[in-house]
């Protein structure tokens, strides 16, 4: 990866860690931007994923005490597609506290957001592990 | 990381006008919020939202903007939103935002002149 133009291929996998904070939410816009572009993905698909992970990060971190834990991301190059899974480590369950309206209203409109963007895309929560996942294709170009 | 986020007021001839610039989103929305809040505390039913220097929204943002939007309308104003950045205005289209915020691509066709 020492030539900044060299794309990426199938199989390659980057990995990112950060403390779950939100002003640092953009390091995985920014990571997410760049791993993609050596990708393939043309300008607009990059502004999809650059929106899209972000979501991703707010659906990993929804009904968690995120201040002590850790955001993972591992984005992952496939044949025609990009993956990319976001989870929450170390970080204690908020212990049942019911999200607010408006926390409600961002969580549909990050649902809409993302199913409108990506391909594929899902949330889980097993004992206290949060994990939050897209896969978005290429679009075919003509020629 | 937010060095470009800033809010400005400026009174307008019919409404406030609060100008953002710079990426609004989980940290920095919260800042939109409390700006937009007081400002309608104050007596403004009716306020412009101006996102034309906005580079970056994301779902935090627009649960702001959907609240501020409730609130004025819960005095008998509105909200204004002022965008003209396509892949901005995709994103209220893709939430179906544009159905239900008054939405302009201009100050002036949102009454500021």
Known sequence: ???????????????????????LVVLARLVTTAISARAGFDVEELEDLRLAVGELCLLALQGSDAQHGDLRLELTVLGDAVAIDCSLERASASGGVAPSPDEEETARLSEQILTALVDDHGRQSEDGAVRAWLRKRRREHAG | MDQEFHIEERRGAVAPVIAVRGEVDVATAPQLREHLQRVIADGSSTVVLDLLGVTFLDSTALGVVVGAHKRCRELGGELRVVVADPRLVKIFEIT??????????????????
């Open chain 1, 1 to 23: 990866m020492s030539d900044p133009g060299e794309r990426l291929a199938a199989g390659d996998r980057i990995e990112l860690r950060f403390p779950a904070r939100g002003d």
């Open chain 2, 96 to 113: 179906g935002l544009t159905g239900v915020l008054t939405i302009t691509d201009s100050l002036h066709a949102a009454g500021v002149s």
